[in-house]
């Protein structure tokens, strides 16, 4: 059964640095895509970063030049640098993969979400 595990999260004053990972795991074939998004209180969920197969990335706006996605395919983990955070970061952080089971289904998966604390 597919896993999709988050650590990295945690509380860190406005400027401070955090890395998020997320590490998939259990009967998986092939991975599409693996994302972070994220869900603040009172707000809808969004994307954060996203990065494809083939080493396509995408950045929402709010965090471009201050966030990086990178992955290790060998170990089917992506991770998420965050740098010079913001209060307004602050939000439960996903990890999302699109991705093939070895039983043939693509479907689409979420870790159990970490928080992250921007706060003085």
């Known amino acids: 059964q597919v896993q999709l595990v988050e650590s990295g999260g945690g509380l860190v004053q406005p400027g401070g640095s955090l890395r998020l990972s997320c590490a998939a795991s259990?009967?998986?074939?092939?991975?599409?895509?693996m994302a972070w998004y994220r869900q603040a209180p009172g707000k809808e969920r969004e994307l954060v970063a996203r990065?494809?197969?083939?080493?396509?990335?995408t950045y929402a706006d709010s965090v471009k030049g201050r966030f990086t996605i990178s992955r290790d395919s060998a170990k089917n983990t992506v991770y998420l640098q965050m740098n010079s955070l913001k209060p307004e970061d602050t939000a439960v952080y996903y990890c999302?993969?699109?991705?093939?089971?070895?039983?043939?289904?693509?479907?689409?998966?979420w870790g159990q979400g970490t928080q992250v604390t921007v706060s003085s």
């Open positions: 259990g009967g998986i074939r092939s991975i599409y895509v």
């Open positions: 999302n993969s699109d991705l093939r089971t070895v039983s043939g289904q693509t479907s689409k998966y």
């Open positions: 990065i494809l197969s083939g080493g396509g990335i």
